[in-house]
């Protein structure tokens, strides 16, 4: 292929990581890697086991998860053996995501799993932290942006999809809950990279920023 990897996709909440992601990665024969649905897998597990993000403990149950991701045209998460893949996106979940990755010592854990994954081979990770600590030396940073209203739009669309009716004005509450978490936050904040490209995405269609992201990368 004609694209250096690791190829590292930041941005804020429906900002079109994942489609980016995905696409580039069937298109390259690439693995890809949605870290979000990592820190999401924790949070779930954490709620199950009823330890919350506040427990000193929480970091030490979050290392002591067994959790596989399963980098494909697509991600797929284990949790002890259990594919959780379908529950990530459950309110609960979405609710108190933030909270949980907020914590260094999960934030350590799953960073070492995501590195772990990215030297397997051609990859390309998503997350909000790619471009900054995952991989500092990517060569290829991506940071997506996108108005709120875009992005809140594009959030209650997909939650339809998922079965899990969501109107726009609450996608866009918890959507900027967690974008102002996840930006706040002392352990590897929402930020794009100094060598990030940015990409503002409110008036482009995927397809016009799939091939803007080709452009970029000299192979279309
Ligand atoms: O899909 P969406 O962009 O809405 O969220 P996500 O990528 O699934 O990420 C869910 C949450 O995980 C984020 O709001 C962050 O709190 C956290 N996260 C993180 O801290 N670092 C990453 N590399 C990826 C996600
Ligand atoms: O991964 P992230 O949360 O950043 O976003 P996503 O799950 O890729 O969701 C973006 C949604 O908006 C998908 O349904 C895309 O088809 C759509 N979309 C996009 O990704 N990019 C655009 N420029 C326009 C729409």
């Known amino acids: 292929a004609c694209i250096p990897w690791p190829i590292a996709i930041d941005g804020p909440a429906a900002s079109g990581k994942s489609s980016l992601g995905m696409a580039l990665a069937r298109r390259f024969g690439y693995l890809f890697l949605d870290t979000g649905l990592m820190y999401r897998a924790v949070t779930l597990a954490a709620l199950e086991a009823g330890v919350p993000p506040e427990d000193a403990a ?3 149950f979050a290392r002591s998860l067994d959790i596989r991701a399963e980098a494909g045209a697509e991600t797929r998460i284990f949790v002890g053996g259990r594919d959780v893949t379908g529950r990530l996106r459950e309110p609960e979940v979405e609710h108190h995501v933030s909270a949980y990755s907020a914590l260094p010592s999960v934030r350590a854990a799953m960073v070492a799993a995501q590195r772990a994954i ?3 081979g051609p990859s390309i990770l998503a997350g909000r932290d790619i471009g900054t600590v995952v991989l500092p030396d990517a060569p290829v940073k991506l940071f997506l942006e996108a108005s709120p209203e875009a992005r809140a739009a594009r959030r209650s669309r997909q939650a339809h999809e998922w079965g899990m009716a969501q109107e726009a004005a609450e ?7 967690r974008d102002r978490l996840d930006s706040s936050r002392a352990a590897s904040p929402l930020r794009p990279a100094a060598d990030a490209v940015v990409i503002d995405t409110t008036d482009l269609t995927l397809e016009e920023v799939i091939r803007f992201a080709l452009e970029l990368l000299g192979c279309d």
Not at 171 to 177: F, G, K
């Open 171 to 177: 996608a866009r509450r918890d959507i900027e809950q």
């Open 58 to 60: 929480a970091g030490e």
């Open 118 to 120: 990215a030297a397997q």
